[in-house]
């Protein structure tokens, strides 16, 4: 499959060729293009085809499952630096409150 279509953009001139036909036989109302493509193209096997897609497939498998995890390693990353930042502050509430009571403590001792 990827040698009929190397083969087609080399014969129609390149890529830029191959994307301009492409786009200036777009027909907006169908959303599609008009361009036909040579049946040479279509000569390959359903086999050869099956197996492209399947390779395509498993590529983009692959590709969400490596931004899948990136994404829960930086949301990991950021739990633990929250859970940090949640103990520190939560040391520090202790720490005012004690001294908090023992102001009140020698307060209490002074009234008296």
């Known amino acids: 499959v990827d040698t009929a279509v190397r083969a087609l953009i080399a014969r129609e001139g390149g890529l830029e060729a191959v994307g301009a036909s492409l786009m200036a036989s777009y027909d907006w109302r169908r959303g599609c293009s008009g361009c036909e493509l040579p049946g040479d193209l279509l000569d390959v096997s359903a086999e050869a085809m099956a197996a492209a897609c399947g390779a395509l497939s498993a590529e983009q498998d692959n590709v969400n499952a490596h931004n899948l995890a990136r994404e829960y390693f930086a ?27 023992a102001e009140a403590h020698r307060e209490a001792r002074a009234a008296e």
């Open 75 to 101: 949301n990991l990353e950021s739990e633990e630096q929250g859970m940090k930042l949640q103990a520190e502050a939560a040391e520090r509430a202790a720490q005012r409150q004690q001294r908090e009571l």
